[in-house]
């Protein structure tokens, strides 16, 4: 069985220096309906102002994910690690027993736009710990490109979870396939542009949730789309 979760059923936080649109109940956004899918507890999909962002706050018991779509956005946090991240990079921060960090747009002039992606981990009490590695374009163009996983396998950054992320970037006519195998389900989310899976039409900011075994596809339309795919225990 698949689901659809269009773009304009996500709630929305909106304030003069973010658009955020959530996929999962988030802040004051709330619905009993759409708490998560599985351990992922939270897709958002935000845009910054330039030179704004988030000031320093806490976090704690999550693996959070951050995907950069456009733009570039510094990160600071309290195990004393600074970074900024682009399209390309994919951050993994373990907030364990408590973390406290800020995310700021780096640019004076341009927004920025990313996914931030929370995922609840298989214990509590982990370490705070912090990774980011780099997945070039040719690494996605027309492939699934592992991104996280449990044990950060193929050089993927690693999470606390028995969850896989794939990433790709899908011109039109490109085409990925991906098996979901018995007692696991999956999750589409389509960052930018439009694809198909299994013939229906997703747009950017729709999401899929795929609770059935079975070989699924995702197929380019006309301009270059690109897609995560969440692998996770049913």
């Known amino acids: 069985m698949t689901t659809v979760r269009k773009s304009e059923q996500r709630g929305r936080t909106k304030l003069g220096w973010l658009d955020s649109r959530h996929s999962f109940s988030f802040g004051d956004y709330y619905d009993a309906k759409h708490m ?37 956005l510094a990160h600071r946090d309290s195990l004393e690690t600074g970074s900024v991240i682009k399209p390309g990079d994919v951050q993994r921060m373990s907030a364990g027993t408590g973390i406290r960090h800020s995310e700021f747009n ?10 931030q992606i929370w995922i609840v981990p298989e214990q509590k009490g982990l370490a705070p710990s912090y990774e980011q590695k780099t997945f070039g374009d040719a690494e996605k163009r027309g492939k699934l490109r592992l991104v996280a996983s449990r044990a950060g396998r193929d050089g993927s950054v690693t999470i606390c979870r028995d969850l896989d992320l ?6 039109e006519g490109d085409a990925v396939r991906h098996d979901v195998k018995p007692g ?14 299994d013939g229906r039409r997703l747009d950017a900011g729709d999401g899929a949730a795929i609770e059935t075994a079975g070989a699924i596809e995702i197929k380019g339309a006309a301009e270059t789309a690109e897609v995560l795919l969440f692998d996770l225990a049913a």
């Open 36 to 72: 998560g899918f599985g351990p992922l507890r939270v897709i958002n999909d935000d845009r910054v102002a330039p030179g704004e962002g988030f000031p320093t706050h806490p976090h704690s018991d999550m693996e959070i994910v951050t995907y950069v779509l456009k733009g570039a």
């Open 106 to 115: 780096a640019s004076p002039s341009d927004p920025v736009h990313f996914l």
């Open 166 to 171: 794939y990433a790709t970037l899908l011109g």
């Open 184 to 197: 696991r389900a999956a999750w589409v989310q389509v960052a930018e542009g439009a694809v198909s899976l």
